[in-house]
């Protein structure tokens, strides 16, 4: 079967079309009103000059986003899980193994691991071959420690999703936040999602950057709306958003004491974090599906047979380039995420016009370190918004006949819940995807019938 998909048009109703560029539309324009006032007279109505405040922007954003990646780097470098989550693994390991001391020195030893990955991953990301090189790369817990003990099932029952609460500090937001409130705190601490409390500090809902797309583009939607971008931001709360359907479809909360199992089962249904919170509803931490790939980057037999086996021959794991949606680099950005909402994906590959090539990704990570005043900037090409190509990313690749734990470690190495596969020989001829969500479903599937 040709994997070959040129991107078809994304069908949008004109009325609706012209409504939401009209609203970005309005909301450059006054950008560049209140730059002009703060500059010389007259600069507003000069193209050139309006054109290059645009482009300052748009670098000034991926100059803060590419900061805030080597920050990031640095803090897994000390350690990825806290040193409270470090102590309870190493418990739990040392009961559910049959006190095998090689588990409790893998899970000591987790900072060390993490300098090794972050040296590697400088090392991959300085060579630029994180796609092609096939060599296993440290995570952050060591991935060649052997463990003895019980059944796969018995390890992920016997840990609780609180000993794997990461060592980043846990930023919140009221539900009275207004929605400019909420994304200056997510670019602020440099996350991709908070959980939303109430007036008691219980939490009701998660949000993340892609429901705050997803709101406002419903927004600009409506017919009865104003259309209004600035109304939006400074009038919609973060309570709008947990209420949206799919943001309270896409949330769960867990308990401390929830097991891993249960948690990978939520994973495998589409959901991406959970808020973990303690007997009274206060939140204590998230667990990602990035905090499970970590652990499964240390413990591959966790994965059973599943992780030595060929991505091709497992069912279900990926996702076929025929079914995969994609858009090219002219894309305008708030189209390529109305198309994400409407078709209920997390991401869209980045591909070239013959929809052969990946060149890219869109996802919520596109948005990392958005704040209102650069909302406008979605009005822009999807090229003028992200680096260079291969845009907005090092590519992680595989070839279909790669091992699954090598997707594992390629998840950690780029910290995405997403691997690109490729045909073998090629420069990135797109024919699959697979996600840390159909492995959750394939894992959980399995160890249910086990």
């Not at 090189?133 to 059944?151: F, I, K, Q, W």
């Amino acid at each position: 079967m040709s994997t070959t998909r040129e991107p078809a048009p994304i069908s949008l109703d004109e009325g609706v079309r012209a409504r939401i560029e009209s609203a970005f539309l309005s909301s450059r324009e006054k950008y560049l009103r209140d730059a002009a006032a703060e500059g010389a007279a007259g600069e507003a109505a000069a193209p050139e000059a309006a054109a290059a405040r645009l482009d300052a922007q748009s670098a000034e954003w991926l100059a803060e986003v590419a900061a805030m990646r080597e920050r990031k780097k640095q803090r897994i470098s000390k350690g990825y899980f806290s040193e409270e989550s470090r102590r309870s693994l190493q418990r739990v390991l040392r009961q559910s193994m049959g006190g095998g001391c090689e588990a409790a020195e893998a899970v000591a030893a987790v900072s060390e691991g993490a300098r090794r990955e972050a040296a590697a991953v400088a090392e991959v990301e300085a060579s630029g071959h994180a796609a092609t090189n096939p060599a296993r790369v440290s995570s952050a817990l060591p991935v060649d420690t052997p463990v003895r003990g019980d059944s796969d099932r018995a390890v992920l029952e016997a840990i609780h999703v609180g000993s794997l609460l990461r060592a980043d500090a846990l930023v919140t937001v009221g539900e009275g936040a207004h929605v400019r409130e909420v994304l200056e705190v997510m670019a602020q601490h440099e996350v991709s999602a908070v959980p939303v409390v109430d007036a008691g500090g219980r939490v009701v809902g998660l949000v993340e950057a892609g429901d705050v797309m997803r709101g406002l583009l419903e927004e600009l939607r409506d017919d009865s709306s104003k259309h209004d971008i600035e109304h939006f931001m400074n009038t919609a709360t973060a309570r709008t958003l947990v209420r949206l359907p799919h943001v309270k479809a896409h949330w769960h909360a867990l308990a401390q004491h929830d097991t891993l199992a249960h948690a990978l089962t939520l994973f495998g249904s589409g959901i991406h974090r959970c808020v973990v919170v303690d007997n009274d509803k206060h939140a204590i931490g998230i667990l990602s599906q990035s905090s499970v790939a970590h652990l499964f980057a240390s413990h591959s037999e966790v994965l059973g047979g599943v992780g030595d086996a060929k991505i091709q021959d497992v069912a279900g794991l990926m996702v076929p380039r025929e079914e995969i949606e994609a858009v090219t680099p002219g894309t305008p950005a708030w189209l390529a995420f109305h198309h994400m909402c409407e078709k209920g994906v997390q991401s869209v590959a980045l591909v070239d016009t013959a929809g052969t090539h990946l060149q890219g990704e869109v996802s919520a990570r596109t948005l990392r370190g958005l704040r209102h005043e650069r909302v406008h900037l979605l009005a822009q090409p999807l090229q003028k918004l992200l680096p260079p190509a291969p845009y907005g990313m090092r590519l992680s690749t595989v070839t279909p006949d790669a091992p699954v734990s090598r997707l594992i470690d390629l998840m950690v190495q780029s910290r995405r819940q997403r691997v690109w596969v490729v045909a073998p020989g090629t420069q990135n001829h797109l024919v699959g995807l697979v996600t840390f969500t159909d492995l959750a479903r394939i894992l959980s599937s399995q160890h249910a019938t086990a």
